[in-house]
């Protein structure tokens, strides 16, 4: 049974008001959609956010940032990408839809960051790229990465798609790095209803996100900002419409006005659910450093085979739960002729917790009690 009245405990959901509802209706009366000066503003925003001088291009999901990142690195058939298994699908069609081949490797069992160690094993002569996830908001564990991307002359994508607004030592996220790609999709740290950026301090890399998010068109977006169009132009490579549009720009723009509040309280709850579950037996909870993230999801791993029945048990009392994520490796289009031992066992016990800032405290003990409820029957 899966719950979904008023007293639902929702796993995530977008949380906007009066303020994103009045900033679509500004853009609905100018009578101008597409991709123009609220976009432009919207990435002047967050690169003023992210303390950089490097340019944010904005496209319109997170998939489309990392589709555009693998392609503008020349990435294609014949190419390999280095992957951690436990991710949201989106990573891997992302590799795919350019011809390359998505290489899944192992995740650390304390993090579910990409194992580096398995990663490094996995390159060969075709390798081009590591991906690195941030997963649960956490960028413990990049460094890693680019000491191996180092080693190995490998360029980085960081799918930072869980990692607006979190910090990497005194940094914020998207500030450095190679190519960083965020989402904002409904239910990220920000919403801009789906919606997606590049960062990199790479020119020709940023140049060519700016182009072939529209269709490859030369210098269109220049024209776009001041309200143009071009009709006379070339182009000089494949292209996408992986734009951003106005309407997504005007409501990213309000919900990044909100972060402050909404990174309080996703702090707040996480360190919540980590205190509650620190020492409960047949739980073990992930070493993430709350203080410097805003946490987009609470996963914690529930050991003795009880997650799926843990999971019935929470449905069933009104509380939504999610798995994030089986691995990508099982999947029958991704299938590997290996196996990866860890991203298999946390395949089986991953659990994520409601997260999101309407989750009131009371909910939270709601949740809470619920899972230490059904541990102590099942001990
Ligand atoms: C780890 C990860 N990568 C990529 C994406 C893709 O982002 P989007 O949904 O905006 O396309 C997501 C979104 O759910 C994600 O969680």
Redesign the pocket.
Known sequence: MNNNNASTIRLSRSVLGDEEKNAVMRVLDKGFLGMGSEVQAFEQELATFIGTDRPVHCVN??????HLAVEALGIGPGDEVLVPSI??V??FQ?VAATGATAVACDVRSDSVYLDVEDAARRVTPRTRAIMP???ASNVAGVEDVYHLARAKGLRVIE?A??AFGCRRGNEMVGSTGDIV?F???G??NITSG???AVVTGDADIAQYVATARLLGVENDTQKRFSGERSWVFDVLHQGHRHHMSDIMAAIGRAQLKKIEHFGATRRELATGYAAAFGQVEGLTLFDFDYSSSIP?IFPLRVRNGKRDGLMDHLRASGIQCGL??GPNHLLSYFKTEYALPTAEKLGRELISLPLHPMVSLDDQQRVVTAVQDYLHRHD
């Open positions: 999901t997170g998939t489309s940032a990392l991710t949201y989106a990573s992302a996830v941030h997963y799918d798609a869980h790609c989402s904002f999709d239910i990220k789906e919606g997606g987009h994030h994520y």
